[in-house]
């Protein structure tokens, strides 16, 4: 299935030639808009600064700059971007680095065409997508960064934001783990509110990403009740 219109932009990151140009090909084909590659770390910043892509694929081991620094780099500049690690790499620890840095999922390069095609589609919206088995090990780790005491509260700490009970009901089955799609089949709602729900909520947390959402919700005890 193509996109409709407004295609999402991506830019493809990655030193192997020719896996960059069959990556990049495989998305264009699909419907994306593919607006620029690079092929090391210091070219992947400058080029994402310039072209202002929806979704980055990148991959972790480039040369000049490590893909978690760019990651790092981008995302701290503009929390809206998606970033979708494609690695070689299922090592735990650059899975944890990845994701510690902003990226929104990890795929592994052994993932078919139309499983990065449907990865790309749900990092665009903010799903967060891991190869199998990497799933679990990121909750587990949200859980540990929870589990860590909080900085003491300041004088000046604002008052928290008050959340709809549907707003708090979505931000539980996120710290569970569940997708737009399987929120918003648990709710009989669209997914597409499910997203504006996420949105409003992000928005009112002060947050920016669904990385900071479910450590949120998980330092509150969401994903237990």
């Not at 680095?97 to 139309?114: P, Q």
């Not at 539980?172 to 997203?195: D, F, M, N």
């Amino acid at each position: 299935m193509r996109e409709q219109q407004n295609p999402i932009k991506v830019m493809v990151v990655d030193d192997h030639p020719m896996w960059r140009d069959a990556v990049a090909r495989d998305l264009a084909e699909a419907g994306f808009d593919v607006i620029a590659t690079a092929s090391d770390g210091d070219q992947a910043v400058r080029r994402a600064q310039a072209a202002g892509p929806d979704v980055l694929v990148l991959d972790l081991n480039l040369p000049a700059k490590p893909g978690v620094q760019v990651c790092k780099e981008l995302v701290g500049a503009n929390p809206a971007l998606r970033v979708l690690v494609l690695s070689a790499s299922g090592e735990h620890a650059d899975v944890l680095e990845a994701v510690k840095s902003g990226a929104t999922g990890y795929l592994l390069k052994s993932a078919s065409t139309e499983e990065l095609i449907d990865a790309v589609r749900r990092t665009a919206v903010g799903d967060p997508v891991f190869t199998p088995g990497l799933a679990g090990l990121v909750l587990g780790e949200y859980r540990r960064l929870a589990s860590e005491p909080a900085p003491a509260p300041g004088a000046d700490q604002p008052k928290a934001p008050q959340l709809t009970d549907r707003e708090t009901e979505v931000l539980r089955l996120v710290a569970k783990g569940l997708s737009y799609k399987q929120i918003a089949e648990r709710l009989v709602i669209s997914h597409r509110t499910v997203q504006n729900h996420v949105q409003n909520t992000l928005g009112k947390l002060q947050l920016h990403n669904r990385v900071e959402l479910v450590r949120y919700a998980i330092e509150r005890g969401l994903d237990d009740e």
